[in-house]
């Protein structure tokens, strides 16, 4: 019965581990010196590399949070230009699982001859990368990022990427605005 507990604690860590591993990363940065209460409007500059279902989704997605913020699209010469930059790669992961006997844990003195098994794991991580530019100066002044374990169902896809979008946004343009 000590077997099966012990086997059932660890795997409930691993899976913690694992599953915080996975979790979505958003982060923002914007320049303090930027007097956002200027920008009204936007205009997107490109999305890199291009792909036309998921541009559309990108855009979509942040015209949704730029839209809640009171900016309004422009088709061109806005206050500001939009970049939008994805990208995705292939991670590997390995996970060990010990049977509590041996290995690298030891239980109650237990030790030595235990089993052990390495699995491999390869996944996609999806980036997407959002610089806000003064339109006028060319500087950057605005930039989010969402990174995120990519799945194979799309629709999944699509509403981690709402989701990751949303939370870059959030507090946009954050304590930045001046006036």
Known sequence: MNQIRRTAL????????????????VKTDFDHQANFS????YSWQEIS????????????????????????????GGDVAIVAIKTTQTQRTLQTFYDGFGGGWRWRGFGGMGEA??????????????????????????????EDTLSDK???????????VAKMFKDFPASSIKG
Request: charged share 30%; net charge negative; proline share 1%.
């Open 10 to 25: 660890c795997a409930v860590f691993i899976l913690a581990a694992v599953g915080a591993t996975f979790a979505q990363h």
């Open 38 to 41: 200027q920008y009204k409007t």
């Open 49 to 76: 590399p291009a792909n036309s279902l998921w541009d559309a989704r990108i855009k979509n997605a942040v015209d949704t949070q730029l839209a809640a913020k009171g900016w309004t699209k422009v088709d061109s």
């Open 117 to 146: 098994a390495t699995t491999e794991e390869d996944y996609k991580e999806g980036t997407l990368v959002v610089d806000i530019y003064d339109a006028k100066t060319k500087q950057l002044i605005w930039r989010g990022s969402a």
């Open 154 to 164: 799309e629709d999944k896809n699509e509403k981690n990427l709402d989701k990751g």
